[in-house]
């Protein structure tokens, strides 16, 4: 029973593209996050959402939208790809504070854009 | 500002032997915590250990342990009894107790030889 999962794995996609990863998690948390992981490996928080209300926007361009449609699920809308936005994009999970444990990290989808 | 220091990008050691894998951190806050996650080729992000700042005890996993220095802001991970399974990019984290987010390093792989 996979905890957060993430669809696609893979995105290939041209640049000015539109495009969506979608994120679900079945632990009953009420917090999730997308992070983003560059070429370097550097990872770096871009949202966070809390019973689907937006807590933390890291200076993100508007180009990514988040949506949480519900608490179980936090999806990421990227309009007019860019070459720089190849990276690997995490959606993670948590309970409302992270004193009580952790986060818990999807599998990560790779975003190419060519 | 808030940053994670690892130091050392690379990092091997022989199976069976035991290795430390550095972690430096800034913050003027008394009340956070650390983390260590572990990045497999599969890219999947596992939670390692975690350490509440408030806790002088290190933390100890089966053959994980930490050493956590508070006044020197240090949080080192020790693998004992290294395997090859243990071969992947290590990752030392930090969150504020009043945030949710992940403050990330930069990350250590570790290369495990037989």
């Known amino acids: 029973d996979t905890a957060v999962s993430q669809t696609p794995k893979y995105l290939v996609t041209q640049m000015g593209n539109d495009k969506s990863i979608k994120c679900e998690q079945n632990l009953g948390h009420d917090t999730m996050y997308w992070y983003k992981q560059d070429s370097k490996k550097f990872l770096k928080i871009m949202f966070s959402?809390?019973?689907?209300?937006?807590?933390i926007n890291e200076t993100v361009p508007n180009r990514f939208s988040p949506k949480s449609p519900d608490k179980a699920h936090l999806n990421l809308h990227i309009n007019s790809l860019e070459l720089g936005d190849s990276a690997v994009y995490f959606c993670?999970?948590?309970?409302?504070?992270?004193?009580?444990?952790?986060?818990?990290f999807g599998p990560g989808t790779r975003l190419l854009v060519l | 500002a808030q940053t994670v220091t690892q130091s050392q990008p690379e990092m091997s050691v022989q199976e069976a032997e035991t290795v430390t894998l550095s972690c430096t951190y800034d913050?003027?806050?008394?009340?956070?915590?650390l983390f260590w996650y572990k990045q497999p080729p599969s890219r999947q992000m596992i939670l390692v250990i975690r350490?509440?700042?408030?806790?002088?005890q290190n933390a100890t996993e089966n053959r994980f342990s930490v050493n956590f220095q508070k006044a020197a802001k240090s949080f080192s991970l020790k693998i004992s009894d290294s395997q090859l399974g243990d071969a992947a990019m290590y990752f030392c984290a930090y969150s504020l107790d009043n945030t949710d987010k992940l403050i990330f390093g930069t990350g250590t792989r570790l290369q495990v030889f037989p």
């Open positions: 913050t003027s806050e008394s009340d956070y915590y």
């Open positions: 959402y809390n019973n689907k209300e937006l807590i």
């Open positions: 350490q509440e700042a408030y806790k002088q």
């Open positions: 993670a999970s948590s309970r409302r504070s992270l004193a009580e444990e952790t986060q818990y």
